[in-house]
């Protein structure tokens, strides 16, 4: 048997265990430490964004993005329908209710258009939403300008979940800064890791102090633990923001390299006239955490036929997200398609395959692939 090909495994720079065996060194292993404050500043600097906090995971900084926005029992937050289930939950964590909103196909994020008409008609019912959560998937950013000025206009929160995006831009500005909150994910199979984590980024530094209060269990500056409002253990720990720190010097060659693979599949199947991939739309340039292609409907090849043969080769290729709105939890909850009656992300469900994206990909692994995909049409 093959080696395995992972989708987007974990890809060390080889600077990880110095910067480990100094937090083992100085006995910093409990949560917190110079790594920590380190790692958030060292993401303010690439990133540009003012303040910073470092969690334990992506979910929890979208859940304190959330309270901080002010989400309560029984009130709405619009969401990106394509997305990873951590996007959502929180809302959940809150006792609020997610309305789902779909993608538009220029670039798979949040439509405007259906964004636009979801808040008229909530606006008339007089029940619009507290938040909103617009996701950049694999990589690429959602049209933010468009988005931002929808929700001005009805006084919702925006909170840009960039857990697959950072290093992307939009316009020339960097990914996590494109909406009043932005939330970061650190997890195994991103762009960077620190093996688990996550960050809440923002320009409002005395929202960020507050989130940072909260993260530690709420706990007043009394020598006794004293305690007035609810908290939780969100913290990072000193040992992963040290993995952090020496992933976060290589982001910029992690994401040519996933540029790379992206343009190579791109190339290598090119002549299958029934195959597309995820389009980058004129107002960024994505990351392409994820290299996703999609096969023409009614073309007589199935996406559980392209997987299937990529398991028998021992590679992990998946399908796109699963939308929320199709999810047995968010039964029963609202969901505005792009347009009446088409709903773009239940064709991108249908439709697209995840392939193989890690940046230690090598040019031998990207052939297996490839010729794993060829060999279902030449059948
Ligand atoms: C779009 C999106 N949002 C949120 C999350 C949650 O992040 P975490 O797994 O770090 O909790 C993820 C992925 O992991 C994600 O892909």
New binding site residues.
């Given amino acids: 048997m093959d080696k395995r090909i992972l989708l987007s495994p974990p890809h060390l720079s080889g600077e990880e265990e110095a910067y480990v065996r100094e937090a083992f060194q100085s006995n910093w292993i409990a949560p917190l430490g110079p790594h920590v404050d380190s790692f958030e500043k060292e993401l303010c600097r690439y990133t540009g964004v003012p303040g910073a906090l470092a969690l334990n995971?992506?979910?929890?900084?979208?859940h304190l993005a959330l309270r901080l926005a002010g989400v309560r029992q029984g009130e709405r937050v619009v969401c990106s329908t394509l997305?990873?289930v951590?996007?959502v939950n929180p809302v959940l964590y809150l006792g609020g209710e997610p309305v789902f909103i779909d993608s538009e196909p220029g670039s798979w994020n949040m439509s405007p258009e259906a964004l636009q008409r979801a808040l008229e008609e909530m606006n008339k019912e007089n029940r619009l939403p507290r938040a909103a959560v617009v996701?950049?998937?694999y990589g690429q950013c959602a049209d933010m300008d468009s988005i931002n000025q929808i929700c001005r206009r009805y006084g919702i929160t925006v909170i840009e979940?960039a857990?697959?995006s950072l290093g992307a831009t939009y316009r020339g500005k960097m990914s996590g800064n494109l909406g009043y909150y932005g939330?970061f994910?650190?997890?195994g199979?991103?762009i960077i890791t620190t093996s688990?984590?996550?960050a809440l980024v923002s320009q409002d530094r005395e929202a960020i102090e507050k989130a940072r209060f909260w993260s530690t269990q709420a706990r007043e500056p009394e020598a006794h633990y004293q305690h007035c409002e609810v908290g939780y253990n969100y913290r990072m720990s000193n040992l992963l923001a040290a993995v952090g720190r020496a992933q976060l010097k290589v982001i910029n060659d992690r994401i040519e390299r996933r540029r790379c693979i992206f343009e190579n599949y791109r190339r290598e199947l090119s002549d299958i006239e029934v195959i597309d991939f995820m389009p980058e739309a004129e107002f960024g340039r994505s990351t392409r955490w994820l290299t996703v292609l999609t096969l023409e409907e009614g073309c007589g090849i199935e996406v559980s036929d392209i997987l299937s043969n990529l398991a028998e080769r021992n590679i992990e290729a998946r399908p796109v997200w699963k939308p929320m709105h199709l999810q047995p939890l968010y039964q029963g909850c609202i969901y505005y398609p792009h347009e009446t009656g088409r709903s773009i992300s239940d064709a991108m469900f249908r439709q697209g395959i995840c392939l193989p994206s890690g940046s230690a990909l090598t040019g031998e692994e990207q052939q297996r692939v490839i010729e794993g995909i060829r060999s279902v049409f030449s059948r």
């Fill in positions: 995971s992506g979910t929890a900084a979208v997305t990873f951590g996007s996701v950049n998937i979940d857990a697959e939330i994910s650190f997890n199979n991103k688990g984590g996550g």
